[in-house]
């Protein structure tokens, strides 16, 4: 009963979710403690998304960053709507790079279709199933990016689908990693994540909405460096503010 009053009502949900100040519980991970040149990378923003569905700015920079660093050759987004994080993500990856967007909605795309970009990528339309992915083999992508639906029962099947898609030294990326939608259950990402990081290695990127893991995390280099960028004195309260370095979205 509260969820559907809450639903209609954002405004109120707004309010009591300022209150819920325990809800995010990963830990913060700094990006320039996981990419040494994660600096350096340029970022080239051309035009802002539309559509009251489109991530924010900062998160579709802070995507398009990790691209830079990470240099996928393959790349799954799902949950593209009008698309366009994956024009942002085809203008971030090298000349050879292929994208797969994947959404429910048959109008999805428009941001790059008719643009010198859509010979990158590959559109697909369907509902969240495996047979939807049967094509694709395990480990065949090195950035999975999942913005689709956001209720708990929907990113903990999509995660599950998605998982075994990604490559050994792939990041695997979610949205919505924020505090909004609890009690309305609009979204889930935050406490199917929390259950997930009790398996394995889960952070929030500073300053954004996304959470970020790879598979890669699980060897014992791996982890040291994931315990250091998520250790880095820039983000503990009472740091010097002219010494920070953690980004603010």
């Not at 203008?91 to 859509?118: K, L, M, N, Q, S």
């Not at 199917?192 to 300053?207: D, F, M, Q």
Request: some cysteine.
């Amino acid at each position: 009963m509260l969820a559907n009053i809450l639903y209609t009502r954002p405004t109120i949900e707004q309010a009591l979710s300022a209150l819920d100040k325990s809800r995010l519980k990963l830990p913060i991970l700094n990006p320039r403690a996981l990419f040494d040149d994660f600096e350096s990378q340029p970022v080239t923003l051309v035009e802002l998304s539309q559509g009251p569905w489109s991530s924010p700015v900062a998160d579709t920079v802070m995507l398009a960053k990790f691209a830079m660093c990470a240099k996928p050759k393959r790349v799954l987004e799902v949950g593209s709507y009008r698309g366009f994080t994956t024009k942002m993500l085809a203008r971030h990856t090298a000349e050879d790079a292929r994208i797969v967007a994947f959404d429910r909605d048959p109008r999805h795309g428009e941001a790059y279709r008719g643009t010198a970009w859509e010979a990158k990528i590959e559109r697909r339309v369907g509902d969240m199933c495996e047979e939807a992915f049967v094509q694709d083999m395990p480990g065949s992508y090195d950035l999975i990016f999942l913005d689709a639906d956001h209720s708990y029962d929907a990113v903990k099947r999509d995660t599950e689908i998605l998982l075994p898609l990604i490559a050994k030294d792939g990041l695997f990326i979610w949205h919505d990693y924020a505090n909004w939608g609890r009690f309305s259950r609009k979204n889930g990402v935050p406490e199917y994540l929390h259950e997930c990081s009790r398996n394995i290695p889960i952070a929030n990127v500073n300053g954004s909405w996304l959470a970020v893991y790879s598979p890669a995390w699980a060897s014992t280099d791996g982890i040291e460096l994931f315990n250091r960028a998520c250790n880095s004195d820039a983000d503990k309260a009472g740091t010097d503010p002219w010494t920070i370095e953690v980004v603010r979205g």
